[in-house]
Antibody, heavy 121, light 110 residues
Framework: EVQLLESGGALVQPGGSLRLSCAAS????????MRWVRQAPGKGLEWVST????????RYADAVKGRFTISRDNSKNTLYLQMSSLGAEDAAVYYC??????????????WGQGTLVTVSS | QSVLTQPPSASGTPGQTVTISCSGS????????VYWYQQLPGTAPKLLIY???LPSSGVPDRISGSKSGTSASLAISGLRSEDEADYYC???????????FGGGTKLTVL
């Protein structure tokens, strides 16, 4: 059974930094691209970032480019999202999701339960 | 403003058929597969349809997807109270080189 378990969400001050983690199990992590998607309170889904299976290719939404860094450790079956210069607009539930296929343009077939990031002073 | 356009709301009575549309352009829906997700209140999204018209595992056959040109649709027949949820379409955009979601449609079962 595919399982994705996010962690690292917290209350952070504006301008602060945070690292989210997503522990994956139940599938061959090294064979699939992964993505982060966020959802602000009462809002829709917003794609944040994608990383290839080997980690050599990444994509970012314009809203986070230059502030967020996606990475993965295939030896630990873990996906990361390093977030910096956080603002109120970054407050959301952050989901990690597994791509259904290996390529970057694939949709996701499994999602974690999400981790909440709150930005407030 | 989402790249993919969905109606913000839809509704139907039990047993009815409801269709949710998703409008895009040549650079996204026109050339790529569409995925549909269901999000029940307080839960993570769940994949319903992939490659535009294939149901994900466990999805009842009263839920179907289709695509024509630059638009896609999700149809739910035999509407049930448990179908009340938010529905999102998504696809890859070749021009933007990134993944895009529709704004979501809130389905209410009257």
């Amino acid at each position: 059974e595919v399982q994705l378990l996010e962690s690292g969400g917290a209350l952070v001050q504006p301008g602060g930094s945070l690292r989210l983690s997503c522990a994956a199990s139940g599938f061959s992590f090294t064979n699939y691209a992964m993505r982060w998607v966020r959802q602000a309170p009462g809002k829709g889904l917003e794609w944040v970032s994608t990383i290839s299976a080997t980690g050599d290719r990444t994509r970012y939404a314009d809203a986070v480019k230059g502030r967020f860094t996606i990475s993965r450790d295939n030896s630990k079956n873990t996906l990361y999202l390093q977030m910096s210069s956080l603002g109120a607009e970054d407050a959301a539930v952050y989901y990690c999701a597994k791509h259904k296929y290996y390529y970057l343009s694939s949709g996701s077939d499994h999602w974690g339960q999400g981790t909440l990031v709150t930005v407030s002073s | 403003q989402s790249v993919l356009t969905q109606p913000p709301s839809a509704s139907g009575t039990p047993g009815q058929t409801v269709t949710i549309s998703c409008s895009g352009s040549n650079s996204n829906i026109g050339t790529n597969y569409v995925y549909w997700y269901q999000q029940l209140p307080g839960t993570a999204p769940k994949l319903l349809i992939y490659i535009s018209n294939l149901p994900s595992s466990g999805v009842p056959d009263r839920i179907s997807g289709s695509k024509s040109g630059t638009s896609a649709s999700l149809a739910i027949s035999g509407l049930r109270s448990e179908d009340e949820a938010d529905y999102y379409c998504a696809t890859w955009d070749d021009s933007l080189s990134l993944w895009v979601f529709g704004g979501g449609t809130k389905l209410t079962v009257l």
